[in-house]
């Protein structure tokens, strides 16, 4: 099963593709004060809501990059609708093999996307090579609310040292030489709000799709992911954005 297939399915109507609100996502795009001209650079862009708000409130040019075509032909249909005039623009791409100009970018972004640079650290080393001089890194990533139970790493098939704590999230930039700026964080509202209309995408999909021959596999891997948050997911896993300013 093609998990790019899955995710287009389960992100079926959101604008944003992971569990952070439209509010904490306004939060840090107030914060960024970007100057006229600046240029803005999203890895793992996905539906490039975030790009797009950025645009938007700062006349900002932009580049978003991912490897879904589905959600970059939202992409552009949103920026059609929104900001016909914008200097933006949405590239298929792999990610994991971008490479850009060294210190060619005012703003880098990666939310819920760091493991296509190697993981939370490494995507903030990567973003201090391609920003400029008092650049901007805007990264979103999970962490441990508490230590996760064995049950939920089996679940999940991962290892506790993938994440860390916010703190150390927080930790892990100002160790690079980062200047932490603004941190906000999806409350269990927002988690339920994105887990259950996920799960509800897969579900509805499943029923209007009797006879795709990967129906069954999408609808297991989807009621696998709801047991997974609601055996311990919903208590360990938290979900941060995070804004620094390099040196």
Not at 190 to 202: A, H, V
Request: hydrophobic fraction near 40%.
């Amino acid at each position: 099963m093609d998990p790019a297939r899955f995710s287009t399915i389960g992100h079926g109507g959101m604008l944003l593709c992971n569990p952070l609100s439209s509010a904490n996502v306004d939060l840090l795009v107030e914060a960024l004060d970007l100057a006229p001209g600046a240029r803005a650079l999203d890895i793992g862009c996905g539906k490039g809501e975030i790009l797009i708000r950025v645009a938007e409130r700062w006349g900002a040019e932009g580049r978003g990059v991912d490897w879904s075509a589905e959600f970059l032909a939202d992409a552009r249909r949103l920026l059609s609708a929104r900001g016909p005039g914008a200097d933006v623009e949405f590239v298929e791409a792999d990610a994991t093999r971008f490479e850009t100009e060294p210190a060619s970018w005012d703003l880098c972004i990666s939310v819920g996307s760091a493991w296509l640079l190697g993981g939370f650290s490494k995507a903030l080393q990567t973003f201090q090579t391609w920003l400029r001089p008092g650049g901007l890194a805007l990264v979103g990533e999970g962490y441990w609310k508490q230590p996760p139970s064995r049950e939920y790493l089996r679940l999940l098939g991962a290892r506790e040292d993938e994440f860390g704590t916010h703190e150390a999230n927080i930790a892990a930039g100002s160790s690079l030489g980062l200047e932490p700026l603004f941190s906000s964080v999806a409350s269990d509202a927002d988690w339920d709000l994105y887990e259950w209309t996920y799960w509800s995408n897969i579900e509805r999909w499943s029923r209007t799709n009797p006879d795709d021959p990967q129906r069954r596999q999408i609808l297991e891997r989807g009621r696998l992911g709801r047991d997974r948050y609601l055996r311990g997911g919903r208590e360990a896993l938290g979900f941060g954005l995070y804004l620094f300013r390099a040196g």
